[in-house]
């Protein structure tokens, strides 16, 4: 796995990978708030056949595990040849998501905080930016794997017996992190050169200069109510399925 460390895999190497996503997630974030809202992309039936709507048409595909598809049903094959990830996870990886979780986060709470009220009528653009988020977002949070398998190699002994006991919860201590140095630092710094002043929409409704930023509030209330415990939920799932 590239963004862990590929087969030495090491929670130095898993930390790393997570606060690149980090930033990655608040650079997609910024990309996405220079449009508005556009909320009739998200409408049923948008999007043509089966009435979906048009976000709901972006469906990637995947090949990397920590690359987990919103829509599994619907991937198509892959078009270029890829190069197999080494194997550092349990199989019963693949079966872990919360790919729902994000996405309902993503439409019904994320979205109206970092966006302004309008439609620009770029509805392809903003779908596509829209993913953006949701897929840096889901790999970041599907990283849990990786977090977990390092705990679980690291302890195997600790951690066979509350596996087979099912005692894992998001609060437990094995779950808990340890705090990861610079997290605070980070946002604060994308904080200092992202500050949302004045988040009215002008007059066409479309996002201006000063508007194209994300409030370091939001950024913080996204890690901390969201990202954070579903990255704890993918470990805690995980690690009930290690010893299957
Ligand atoms: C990666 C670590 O902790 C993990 C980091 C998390 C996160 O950043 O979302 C969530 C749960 C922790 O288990 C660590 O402690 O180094």
């Known amino acids: 796995m590239d963004a862990a460390g ?4 090491s929670l130095a190497a898993v930390r790393d ?11 997609a974030l910024i990309e996405r708030a220079r449009h508005p ?3 009739a992309a998200y409408a049923p039936g948008g999007g043509g056949a089966g009435g979906r709507s048009l976000v709901e048409f972006f469906a990637g595909h995947y090949q990397n595990p920590e690359d987990v598809p919103f829509f599994p049903q619907d991937l198509p094959s892959p078009l270029f040849p890829t190069k197999s990830s080494p194997k550092v996870l349990h199989p019963s990886a693949s079966l872990v998501t919360v790919n729902d979780a994000i996405w309902k986060m993503y ?3 994320l979205l109206p905080l970092f966006t ?4 620009d009528g770029s509805y392809a653009e903003t779908v596509v930016l829209d993913f953006a988020c949701l897929q840096v977002l889901s790999r970041r949070i599907h990283i849990g794997k990786y977090v977990a398998e390092v705990k679980f190699k690291d302890a195997p002994q600790d951690y066979s017996p509350l596996i087979q006991a099912k005692q894992f919860s998001d609060g437990s201590a094995h779950i808990q992190g340890r705090q990861r140095e610079g997290q605070e630092e980070s946002r ?8 949302l002043e004045d988040n009215a929409s002008n007059e066409q409704g479309t996002a201006g200069d000063s508007e194209c930023k994300v409030d370091p509030t ?3 209330k996204l890690y901390d109510q969201w990202v954070m415990p579903l990255t704890k939920d993918v470990e805690v799932e995980y690690l009930l399925r290690r010893l299957d």
């Open 116 to 119: 302004v009220d309008g439609d």
């Open 218 to 220: 939001v950024l913080s």
């Open 107 to 109: 439409f019904d709470e």
């Open 188 to 195: 604060e710094t994308f904080g200092q050169n992202v500050t």
């Open 6 to 9: 590929g087969e030495q895999l």
């Open 17 to 27: 990978a997570l606060v690149r996503l980090e930033d990655s997630v608040v650079f």
């Open 37 to 39: 809202r556009n909320a």
